[in-house]
């Protein structure tokens, strides 16, 4: 496994507990370090425990060492990053090293992987690149990985499906046979032609980015026209053809993928001289949204004029990561929300389960930082809500209320029951729900 991070370790731990003797390279050394000493660099439910029982078992194992890593593996995964670049193309520097150093070392036949998001053609290149420096046989596949980080192990363990590109029978037996004991409960293995595969992967985000778009366009119209986005999720979700699924209106989507992946695809549709209307759209709506509850709080706050609008507002911040049962921020809107605060004036104080260390690394000094949710709120005059971890759903109101100094919340997720808010005495501010009324009040 060529990168030990999210996608790595997940299908590294995954593949040993599965009975395969993995072995995780990577080119950070304290990463491996760490690892080598029982820790785990990330936070993904369920790993650090599937990696410590394969360790004690002899089955997975943390190297720096390129060759080791290289030439123990009959089946080699390349799962390095691949961020956007300044253009918004997906670079790809990492997966080329990747594929130099694979053959360079490459010692017999073996089939190259290629799980890292790569746009289409990639693997021609790969496969030019290895073929250059090696005279042993090798197949070259393209295996997307669609796993939720959060849920990555358990989407791992019993994924939707499991996309297999590849021009070769040889490889794609050995696909299959890597992956039989996840697809026992009828989880189709879907194989096709690679570059199928590579847009397979592009495709699948930027649908999920256009339903994250699409819902949040639809939430903003609602508070314009009075109607309440919950109810038309609801009304609307029941439709199999659409489904409630990644329907939430929010403060936009971010993470590692859904933002780069999108900007790739314009890149490559760019590059052929295609236009994606639809998708440049979805791009500018959530561009947009990130800020959308900032503006609510200018709306509610901002008693002057100019750049320091929100000057001497005290906001706690719950929840910094880009979605919940992660420590990732990468492109989280939470940074936004929290670096537009601060350009208003604001004093923002926040508090993430997990994310706090990798926030700081972006965020420095700007914010503070608390030790727990209720510090968090400690004299704050707003509460803002970004990111649905379960222990923010139910908090001790009453709690909540003593700290506070105003009691206005903004739920960026809508996890609250504005009732039950305004009923123990806060202003409720959700997104696209109806301001200040329940649904009962205004039939
Ligand atoms: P990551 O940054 O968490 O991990 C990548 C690791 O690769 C890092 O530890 C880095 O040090 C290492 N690395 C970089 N160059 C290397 C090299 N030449 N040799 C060895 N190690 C090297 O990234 P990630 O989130 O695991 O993503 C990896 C790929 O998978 C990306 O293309 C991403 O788009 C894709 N992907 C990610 C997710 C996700 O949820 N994170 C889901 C599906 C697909």
Redesign the pocket.
């Known amino acids: 496994m060529?990168?030990?991070?999210?996608?790595?370790l997940v299908t590294g731990a995954c593949l040993a507990d599965s009975g395969n003797e993995v072995v995780c390279?990577?080119?950070?050394k304290a990463?491996i370090d760490l690892l080598l000493a029982g820790g785990v660099p990330?936070f993904e439910p369920g790993l650090a425990e599937m990696i410590a029982r394969n360790r004690a078992n002899g089955l997975i194992d943390f190297t720096t060492d390129?060759r080791r890593g290289i030439e123990h593996g009959d089946v080699v995964f390349i799962?390095?990053?691949?961020p956007m670049s300044d253009s918004g193309a997906a670079d790809l520097s990492?997966v080329y090293?990747?594929a130099e150093?694979i053959g360079t070392y490459m010692d017999r036949y073996k089939v190259v992987v290629d799980?890292?998001?790569?746009p289409v053609g990639t693997a021609d290149e790969v496969r030019a690149i290895i073929r250059k420096k090696t005279r042993h046989d090798f197949d070259l596949v393209s295996n997307?990985?669609?796993?939720?980080?959060g849920k990555?192990v358990a989407d791992f363990m019993q994924p939707d499906r499991v996309v297999v590109g590849s021009d070769s029978q040889r490889a794609l037996d050995v696909m299959r046979e890597l992956y039989e004991p996840f697809l026992r409960t009828f989880h189709p293995l879907i194989a096709i032609d690679i570059r199928s595969a590579e847009m397979a992967?592009y495709a699948a985000n930027c649908f999920l980015a256009t339903k994250i778009s699409f819902i949040n366009e639809i939430s903003n119209l609602c508070e314009k026209a009075g109607a309440d986005i919950s109810a038309v999720r609801e009304a609307i979700g029941a439709d199999k053809r659409i489904g409630y699924e990644f329907l939430f209106p929010g403060i936009g989507y971010g993470?590692?993928?859904l933002p780069?992946?999108v900007q790739a695809l314009l890149h490559t549709a760019e590059t052929l001289g295609a236009d994606m209307h639809l998708l440049s759209a979805v791009e500018q709506v959530n561009s947009e949204q990130k800020t959308a509850l900032v503006s609510k709080m200018v709306d509610r706050f901002g008693s002057r004029s100019g750049a320091k609008r929100l000057e001497g507002l005290h906001v706690g911040l719950w929840g910094l990561s880009f979605k919940p049962q992660t420590d990732?921020v990468r492109a989280a809107p939470s940074l936004v929300v929290a670096q537009r605060l601060v350009e208003l004036g604001a004093r923002v104080r926040a508090y993430d389960p997990e994310a706090t260390k990798q926030a700081k690394n972006v965020l420095g000094n700007s914010i503070e930082y608390a030790g727990n949710m209720y510090d968090a709120v400690e004299g704050a005059d707003a509460l803002v809500l970004l990111t649905e971890w379960k222990q923010f759903q139910r908090p001790a109101l009453q709690h909540v209320k003593s700290a506070m100094r105003q009691h206005v919340v903004f739920d960026g997720r809508n996890i609250y029951d504005p009732d039950r808010l305004r009923a123990d005495g806060f202003e409720y501010h959700g997104m696209g729900r109806l301001r200040g009324r329940t649904m009962e009040e205004t039939e």
Do not use: N
């Open positions: 060529i990168g030990s991070g999210y996608v790595g390279v990577d080119i950070d990463k990330i390129k799962a390095v990053p691949t990492h090293a990747a150093d799980k890292s998001t790569v997307p990985e669609f796993l939720k980080q990555a992967k993470g590692s993928c780069k992946d990732d």
